[in-house]
């Protein structure tokens, strides 16, 4: 299948409320630029390096939208916060009071996903969900933070039943704490995370097939 057909069969497979956010990370900015052509707005990056320059050579299309997904340096934070309007991956305190302290020098407003580990899991980050009573208002209430919403990801290998308990607990707490978005689910399990009320959907091979890397 081409992108083009992927991509409206993915956006016809979504309800209404559920924001198609296409992983563009390892395509080039040729290829984005053919997908954006076709109305796609949100496109996910997990590298500053490497996203700076697609968003440079992209920077006539004004109605883009970028999102970091990928895990943040803090070395990194200043550079995300200049070209991105969204982070998916603040997984500690001290990460957003370092995104809230130069999202104010830069004058610049950005939203903001709270990274929740549900299961254990050495290779993803996040706060552990028992100390989100403790966090969530504090980040509520930091100047120049604005947290929207969760975000989660489920193991490599996690089995159907605890992939889609997961997702539902991520909802669950984002309800708790009223907040709207939900960031959750990808191309693997992505009809899981509409069943559990994902809010923004991230799809990569599903739009692009399989990277070669």
């Given at each position: 299948?081409?992108?083009?057909?992927?991509w409206?069969?993915?956006?016809?497979?979504l309800?209404?409320?559920v924001?198609?956010?296409?992983?563009?990370?390892?395509?080039s900015?040729?290829?984005?630029?053919?997908l954006?052509e076709?109305?796609?707005?949100?496109?996910?990056?997990?590298?500053?390096?490497?996203?700076?320059p697609?968003?440079?050579?992209?920077?006539?299309?004004?109605t883009?939208?970028?999102?970091f997904?990928?895990?943040?340096?803090?070395?990194?934070?200043?550079?995300?916060v200049?070209?991105?309007?969204?982070?998916?991956s603040?997984d500690s305190?001290?990460?957003?009071?370092?995104?809230?302290?130069?999202?104010?020098?830069?004058?610049?407003?950005?939203?903001?996903?709270?990274?929740?580990?549900f299961?254990?899991?050495?290779?993803k980050?996040?706060?552990?969900?028992?100390?989100?009573d403790?966090?969530?208002?504090k980040l509520?209430?930091?100047?120049?933070?604005n947290?929207?919403g969760?975000?989660?990801?489920?193991?490599?290998?996690?089995?159907?039943?605890?992939?889609?308990?997961?997702?539902?607990?991520?909802?669950r707490?984002?309800?708790?704490?009223?907040?709207?978005e939900?960031?959750?689910?990808?191309?693997?399990?992505?009809?899981e995370?509409?069943?559990?009320g994902?809010t923004?959907?991230?799809?990569?091979?599903?739009?692009?097939?399989?990277?070669?890397?």
């Amino acid at each position: 299948m081409t992108l083009s057909s992927n991509w409206r069969k993915s956006k016809q497979a979504l309800p209404k409320g559920v924001n198609l956010l296409a992983v563009s990370k390892g395509h080039s900015s040729q290829v984005i630029q053919q997908l954006a052509e076709l109305g796609q707005i949100d496109f996910g990056e997990s590298r500053l390096q490497d996203a700076v320059p697609k968003i440079q050579a992209l920077s006539k299309m004004k109605t883009l939208s970028w999102h970091f997904i990928g895990p943040l340096q803090s070395n990194k934070v200043r550079g995300v916060v200049q070209n991105f309007s969204f982070i998916h991956s603040i997984d500690s305190e001290s990460l957003a009071e370092r995104v809230a302290r130069i999202a104010g020098e830069e004058k610049r407003s950005i939203k903001n996903f709270l990274q929740v580990k549900f299961l254990k899991d050495p290779t993803k980050g996040g706060v552990n969900p028992h100390d989100l009573d403790h966090l969530v208002p504090k980040l509520l209430d930091l100047p120049n933070f604005n947290l929207i919403g969760l975000m989660t990801m489920a193991p490599f290998n996690c089995p159907l039943n605890e992939r889609k308990n997961l997702f539902q607990e991520c909802r669950r707490y984002a309800d708790h704490f009223n907040l709207k978005e939900c960031s959750m689910g990808m191309s693997s399990d992505w009809q899981e995370a509409v069943e559990a009320g994902t809010t923004w959907l991230r799809l990569g091979s599903r739009l692009f097939g399989k990277r070669k890397d």
